[in-house]
């Protein structure tokens, strides 16, 4: 209910929800700004962070249905980002960012596998894909908008996924106390990711985007 | 920095000869832009004997890689960067689908029609 929320507000925010108001009739009452957009951002890309939590700690612990439904919510999380994404930058930009960002996911996955297992280098080969994957992503930020530098958001995305490591990492020991501490840190630093999206897309659509 | 154009090779797929759809007529652009992660167009119709240039945009490494293998088409070129073009001339009609091999959500067909004229 929260993500579709979160979706509705994106696609209001962005002024190109199907039968959405014209975009000027938004404008007078105050609703596509960009600080909805920042919000919305926010709380999606937070809500990654504790499904993802959520998931990964269900496959170290062996609880498989509780894995299965926290990875189905975050693929619902994923497709409302992808959706997100789309709203503003069209449906071609909505696939490749679906793409990408579940490949991440795919990645975390296989780092997660690769402790059950004990194999380390299917852990390592995990990590170094996460790396690799940061540039990537932020290479397709920066085609969408030039305001989003690529080694920046490189450098940001690194941070994500070595935050995410320090949750899966925490989980694994059997310290929950750490992992939870870890969880709430990841889930933070995901605002230095959207805000400087959200500020750059309303930077690139200031007519789409009142600024207060 | 732009890589020199990468010439591939020639399609030798035996295929089945398209003519040309009445609505269908080649483009008279024949390159392909790749950027934000796309091809763009993500179809391209084109007369046998054509030669299509990807140009990448994105500043990252894409691929334009024939989706199904063949060891008669060497359409596996590397776009190692922004700027970074490739090329590759179809002599043959037929329906090529491709792939970014780093990226395999990105796809894109080159629909190649029948001149008449073979080479």
Known sequence: MMRK???SLIALAAGLALGAAPLQAQHAHGMAKA????VALNSLLAEHIYLAGSATGAA??????????AAGALDGNSIALGKAIGSVYGADAETAFLGLWRKHIGMAVDYVTGIATKDKAKQDKAVTDLVGYSRDFA???NAANPNLPTEVVTGLVKTHVVTLKAVIDAQASGDLAAAYLKVREAAAHMGMIADPLAAAIAKQFPEKFAMK | MPIPLVLLGLVTLTATPERYPAQARPAADTTVVVKAFGYRPKVLEIAAGTTVTWVNQDDIQHTVTLEA???AVALDASLSGKGSTSQFTFTR???YAYLCARHQFMRGTVRVHDTGVHR
């Open chain 2, 69 to 71: 293998p063949d060891s």
């Open chain 1, 35 to 38: 600080s909805d957009l920042r």
């Open chain 2, 93 to 95: 009609a037929g329906t």
């Open chain 1, 5 to 7: 929320t979160l979706q």
């Open chain 1, 139 to 141: 290479a397709f930020l």
């Open chain 1, 60 to 69: 170290l612990a062996g609880r498989q249905a509780e894995f299965q439904a």
